[in-house]
């Protein structure tokens, strides 16, 4: 980081100290105590037998160095790839196993999609760290609540909304390797009956090289770096007690450097852009024991690239958009009993070429929700769903789970799930096939949880079974439903509190065939990870994390051969000195990176070092 930057940094946190007033301090919930939102039932999570993780304020605060990629690619049995390389390389998901694309994000727990692109999967790099509240992280199949994709599991990120009465500004400026500045600004506040959220976010790297020099070579690689900014609003109006409209705004513009393959530079014009715009609004209607939810979302993503194969130039666009139409309605049976009831209406546009096809996706969906009956808790659940080109198909989900004593709950899950085949698949330029059939899987879920000493100490074990079959592949005459894969792990999650130390960490496990093959292409069947913290003073927090990612498999396209490529480690340190009462936090991030590249020829990696400092302010 440059002495420019560092003296503009300052600055900003001088300036806002001048004119800070003191911050609100923030209550603490046991875990059990939390509120799970996904489930679109309020549950708690000592009421559940879903496997749920919860990344909390506390956590993203001190998480202002890293990208949501980076975040989520620590979580028990998720894998990122690309999460730790250059920032602006494309982002996969791949979650217990499952191939990407097969894990639903939802941002306020609405439906994200992107139809423009061939796997219709949301693209992590929109979303930056400092627009986020908390992250509820659902595992296993959840098709019965949120329909196509949710094969794997669900990612719902809810966003900062408007704070206590008055006005409070929030933001982010840092500076680090690879001259990479990210500065972030926010104003949230209410007043009677009205409340608000506005944020923008600027990104800018100069990156690294997305293409290694071939063995041998001196040749300088030109850095891919990328630049992006986004922006996000939400209201609240509270039109009498029982009666609330929440709309939204979001917009995001990225544009990514990239190479023409493993060893060659692309051209100075080889850029991948990314622009997305959504708008809609939740809206909620309270009545003595039940409610009525209704929300709505559209969403446009275009993709815009110009890259260079082999040395021709090659231009690609995609446009697409959706509209998502969810209502359902909840209802307190008696202090025992809930129930769910939802109609989701989907509708997407691709614009590729010439085409502009479309298509329909409607649902019914309902849940019984027994809970706090003695010991035992049960989820029961089923969905229709009608596809104006497959027609139609259905899930199921049975989630029963037992508090033997309050310090020790077992749980389990049968489910299936679907993915639809997305618009590229039906419609698109090549190998589209109009008699593709949704893929299924058969999911199966089982584990126990022990929380001692007022959740000082906590573990939480679970295994897990997916079948899927009628999965999509792009064969030699196009896309067809010919194969199946099979995967089953387990993840072990331990976590220590004790005076001003904390410490968690995770172990998954994850095997699957994929028809003859024993192994998931780029899915380490071992991944280990730790995380150490100490709050050493009352203003100085410090930690340090580590994660560990074993062999893995990957296709040379070149030879057509599968290659096994190396485990890794990475190593990080983050430290957060508090000032002015905190209302200004000094932040230090620094960390190993991994850079992997993957293309038609070869699959390699460079080892890097990144570092982050900055501040953050929270001023009323």
Do not use: C, W
Not at 344 to 372: C, E, M, Q, V
Request: glycine share 10%.
């Amino acid at each position: 980081m440059n002495k420019k930057s560092i003296l503009v940094a300052a600055s900003l946190g001088l300036t806002q100290l001048i004119i800070s007033q003191s911050a609100s301090a923030q209550d603490s919930l046991q875990l059990k105590d939390v509120v799970i939102s996904a489930t679109k039932n309020d549950q708690k999570q000592s009421q559940t037998g879903k496997v749920v993780t919860i990344i909390g304020k506390e956590i993203l605060d001190r998480s202002h160095g890293k990208s949501l990629p980076e975040l989520l690619n620590e979580q028990a049995g998720i894998v990122v790839s690309g999460a730790t390389g250059n920032p602006g390389q494309n982002k996969s998901v791949f979650f217990r196993g499952a191939a990407s694309g097969y894990t639903v994000v939802l941002i306020d727990g609405i439906v994200q999609n992107d139809p423009s692109g061939n796997g219709g999967a949301f693209d992590l790099r929109q979303f930056s760290i400092d627009q986020i509240d908390h992250i509820e992280i659902l595992r296993g199949g959840q098709s019965t609540i949120y329909g196509s994709d949710a094969v794997a599991g669900v990612i719902n990120i809810i966003t900062k909304k408007g704070g206590p009465r008055g006005n409070t500004i929030y933001g982010v400026a840092s500076a680090g390797s690879y001259e990479s500045y990210k500065g972030t600004i926010g104003l949230n506040g209410a007043v009677e009956g009205f409340s608000y959220n506005v944020n923008y976010t600027h990104t800018k790297t100069d990156g690294i090289s997305e293409a290694a020099a071939p063995a041998g070579s001196t040749a300088a690689m030109d850095k891919d770096g990328f630049k992006a900014d986004g922006v996000n609003a939400n209201f609240g109006i509270q039109l009498d007690k029982n009666f609330s409209v929440n709309p939204f705004l979001r917009y995001f513009y990225g544009n990514y450097k990239i190479d023409e393959d493993a060893f060659v530079d692309g051209s100075l014009d080889n850029h991948s852009i990314l622009k997305q715009f959504s708008g809609g609004f939740n809206s909620i209607y309270k009545f003595n024991t039940g409610k009525i939810t209704l929300n709505y979302s559209y969403e446009k993503t275009s993709n815009d690239s110009q890259s260079s194969f082999m040395g021709f130039p090659s231009n690609y666009s995609s446009e697409g958009s959706i509209n998502i139409v969810d209502l359902f309605y909840n209802q307190k049976i008696n202090n025992k009993l809930d129930l769910l009831l939802g109609l989701d209406n989907r509708d997407l546009k691709l614009i590729s070429g010439t085409n502009s096809p479309k298509t329909n996706i409607f649902a019914a969906y309902g849940s019984l929700f027994l809970h706090d009956l003695s010991i035992f808790n049960l989820e029961v659940g089923g969905r229709y769903n009608k596809h104006d080109q497959y027609g139609e198909n259905y899930t199921y989900t049975v989630t029963p789970s037992i508090n033997i004593i309050k310090e020790v709950k077992l749980f389990g899950t049968v489910s299936t799930a679907f993915k639809v085949p997305t618009l590229s698949m039906l419609f698109g330029q090549f190998g589209a096939n109009l008699n593709l059939k949704p893929e299924k899987s058969q999911n199966y879920e089982a584990g126990a949880s022990f929380s001692f000493a007022d959740e000082k100490f906590n573990l939480r074990l679970v295994a897990f079974k997916r079948d899927l079959k009628d999965a999509i592949l792009y064969g030699a005459t196009g896309y067809d439903n010919v194969a199946s894969q099979k995967d089953k792990g387990f993840e072990i999650e331990p976590s220590v509190k004790l005076n001003i130390f904390n410490f968690n960490g995770y172990y998954a496990y994850v095997e699957g065939t994929n028809g003859t093959i024993n192994y998931l292409i780029r899915r380490p069947k071992h991944t280990f990870g730790l995380n150490a913290g100490v709050q050493a003073t009352e203003n100085l927090y410090v930690s340090a994390n580590y994660r560990y990612f074993g062999k893995r498999f990957d296709t040379n396209f070149s030879t057509y051969a599968v290659e096994e490529l190396p485990s890794y480690k990475l190593l990080s340190a983050y430290a957060e000195y508090a000032l002015f009462n905190k209302r200004v936090k000094v932040f230090f991030d620094a960390k190993n990176i991994l850079n992997e590249k993957y293309n038609e020829f070869i699959g390699y990696s460079t080892m890097g070092f990144n570092f982050n400092a900055g501040l953050s302010f929270n001023i009323r």
